[in-house]
């Protein structure tokens, strides 16, 4: 073990001692509630960045949301060819098994994957070398021409567009699953945007009919 990864290693346990001093001996009776089962009412999929955790975010305990991250908080459409699909799976047990009553897509600024689908810099690559990436995002590809068109591919205005963008592309597609759909269809299930903004650490919300974003104070 390098002296590098030891530190990195000492870190985290220091935090993993200050968490069992502050966060499950104070709560000892929730985290013996927890043990039976988990009961959240959210589910927020995520960008898999570090800096934009949904659960400082939105300061909430264990067990009270239930959380997919991926690069740049996509959705893919609902498909049944073979392959492991993750995401479908996590939305199948969130809304089958947990019953969720919200699903929230959260995307954020300064998003590397959708800057990546934006500029289409990985397009082309070998998987393992960016091409898994450039896989995924292609999910924006149909999202992307009318942002490139207005905005260019280039500077924050055009990155900011492709971001919240992308918070659309996910919701289009949780209404492809049929248990969703249905759902929502009978006001079940209710489906929102939002997108957190790194820089100034606010959340906006996506207005339903508009499509367009607005900050919560």
Known sequence: ????????????????????????????????????????????????????????IFDVDPGEIFVVRNVAALVPPF???PGHHGVSAALEFAVQVLKVKEIVVMGHGMCGGCKAALTQELRG???????????????????????????????RSAEREMEQAAVKVSLDNLMTFPCIRRKVGKGELKLRGAFFAISDGVLHLMDQETGQFGPIS
């Open 1 to 56: 073990m390098t002296e590098q990864s030891s530190s990195t290693l000492a870190h985290l346990l220091d935090g993993y001692r200050r968490f069992r001093d502050t966060g499950w001996t104070p709560h000892r009776e929730r985290w013996a509630t927890l043990r039976e089962g988990q009961q959240p009412e959210v589910m927020i999929i995520a960008c898999s960045d570090s800096r934009v955790d949904p659960t400082q």
């Open 79 to 81: 498909e049944t060819t």
């Open 125 to 155: 690559n070998e998987p393992g070398e960016g091409g898994f990436i450039a896989d995924w995002i292609a999910l924006l590809d149909e999202a992307r021409g009318p942002v490139a068109a207005e905005f260019g591919t280039e500077g």
